[in-house]
């Protein structure tokens, strides 16, 4: 069974850009949730989808965005980037609809701005 | 707010030494307990979970016990590997919130 897929790996954008990531989760998993890891603040969360609905959203400024789509697919994206949104963005899945399931994540997309 | 605390790291080990790593939480309600691990350039891995109070996870030769009295989850490994070099992250997920809160991590170390 193919795992979580994100897509790019790695992203090289400019100040004031904006940029879409990718995420495909396991075949089956209707779950999709995002975070940012940052070597300053560590591992938080960003939004929550399941079934293409909006469940939970962390603390983060608008320019941060996401949807699902119908397949369960989803995309993030971060407009009119800036230095700090450097990071490594992960994406994770999960198979039904409660807490107690684990997440399964992917190998990351690693975004530098400059 | 809901939050978890990990011991700073680095953690420096030799081989076959014992690891523990202690976790803490705060939280409302009753979450469940997780305890990821990331090696270098990779996403997060499960390494084992609780779900409820005095549950044990275990995995791989490591365990935690989901401790409500102490809000606690602490990892244990009776003989670490050089190949166990990770950093190891533990979390919540409180019920209806459908996410996780992530202490800071701890890097481990095995010296061969």
């Known amino acids: 069974k193919a795992g979580v897929t994100q897509t790019p790996r790695y992203l090289i954008k400019t100040r004031g850009q904006q940029v879409t990531l990718s995420c495909s989760p396991i075949s089956g998993h209707r779950s999709v949730s995002w975070y940012q890891q940052t070597p300053g603040q560590g591992l938080q969360f960003l939004f929550e989808y399941f079934s293409e609905t909006q469940r939970n959203k962390g603390n983060f400024p608008g320019r941060f965005s996401g949807r699902q789509f119908s397949n369960s697919r989803s995309e993030m994206n971060v407009s009119t980037l800036e230095l700090g949104d450097s990071a490594l963005y992960l994406c994770?899945?999960?198979?039904?609809?409660?807490?107690?399931?684990?997440?399964?994540f992917g190998q990351g997309t690693r975004l530098t701005v400059v | 707010g809901d939050s978890v605390t990990q011991m700073e790291g680095p953690v420096t080990l030799s081989e076959e030494a014992f690891l523990t790593i202690n976790c803490t939480y705060t939280a409302t309600g009753y979450p469940s307990l997780f305890w990821y691990v990331q090696y270098p350039g990779e996403g997060l891995q499960l390494l084992l979970k609780?779900?409820?109070?005095?549950d044990k996870g275990s995995n791989k030769g490591f365990e935690a016990t989901y401790r409500k009295e102490t809000t606690s989850f602490h990892l244990e490994k009776g003989s670490v590997q050089v190949s166990d070099s990770a950093v190891y992250f533990c979390a919540l997920s409180a019920p209806g919130t459908y996410k996780y809160i992530f202490g800071t991590g701890t890097r481990l170390k095995v010296l061969a």
């Open positions: 994770a899945s999960r198979p039904i609809r409660t807490d107690t399931t684990e997440a399964f």
């Open positions: 609780a779900t409820k109070a005095d």
